[in-house]
């Protein structure tokens, strides 16, 4: 079974540093592209970016490039999403996605990453 | 980008038709058949609905279709099920590894 698992929720302070992963299983992890979505609370879905394990080829949007590092470890199947200083407006459920092997939508999606950042 | 523009709601009566559209331009929606649609139940992650504009995953209920008219894509669910009340969300392809999303519909069961 193809499967995404990210990390737990986190609860951090404004300024304050975040790691969060997304484990991939079942498939050829550095083969496929792994996007990554903000959720803020209420609202809708918001594209980030998008990295290939294999060579770590990455591209952000431009509303996030600058804002968050996208990254990964083909050796132990994960892609990573960080911060080196968060914000209160960072505060978002973060999915991570697969994108098709052939085409450009994504399956699956994990179970995402709750990130609450407050003083 | 901007995001691709969606009715907040929408709503249908149990075994009634009812289509969620989904506008962007020709540099997203217009420009790729690379439409998909995700729906996505309260505090889960999405699921994909429909990709490449009108074409179902295996297990989706065939109740599901797209099609795509220009800059306008649609997500139609006919017979109309309590369980399809949710939120829905469509996607495009936006070129050179962008994607945008649509701002979400609320679809209700009435």
């Known amino acids: 079974e193809v499967q995404l698992v990210q990390s737990g929720a986190e609860v951090k302070k404004p300024g304050e540093s975040l790691k969060i992963s997304c484990k991939g299983s079942g498939y050829s992890f550095s083969s496929s592209w792994i996007g990554w979505v903000r959720q803020m609370p209420g609202k809708g879905l918001e594209w980030m970016g998008i990295i290939y394990p294999g060579d770590s080829d990455t591209t952000y949007s431009p509303s996030f490039q600058g804002q968050v590092t996208i990254s990964a470890d083909k050796s132990i199947s994960t892609a990573y999403l960080q911060w080196s200083s968060l914000k209160a407006s960072d505060s978002a459920m973060y999915y991570c996605?697969?994108?098709?092997?052939?085409?450009?939508?994504?399956?699956?999606w994990g179970q995402g990453t709750l990130v609450t950042v407050s003083s | 980008q901007s995001a691709l523009t969606q009715p907040p709601s929408a709503s249908g009566s149990p075994g009634q038709s009812v289509t969620i559209s989904c506008t962007g331009t020709?540099?997203?929606?217009?420009?790729?058949?690379?439409v998909s649609w995700y729906q996505q139940h309260p505090g889960k992650a999405p699921k994909v609905m429909i990709y490449e504009v009108s074409k179902r995953p295996s297990g989706v209920p065939d109740r599901f279709s797209g099609s795509k008219s220009g800059n306008t894509a649609s997500l139609t669910v006919s017979r109309l099920q309590a369980e399809d009340e949710t939120d829905y969300y469509c996607s495009s392809y936006a070129g050179s590894n962008n994607w945008v999303f649509g701002g979400g519909t609320k679809l209700t069961v009435l």
């Open positions: 996605a697969k994108r098709s092997f052939t085409s450009n939508w994504f399956d699956p």
């Open positions: 020709s540099s997203d929606v217009g420009g790729y058949n690379h």
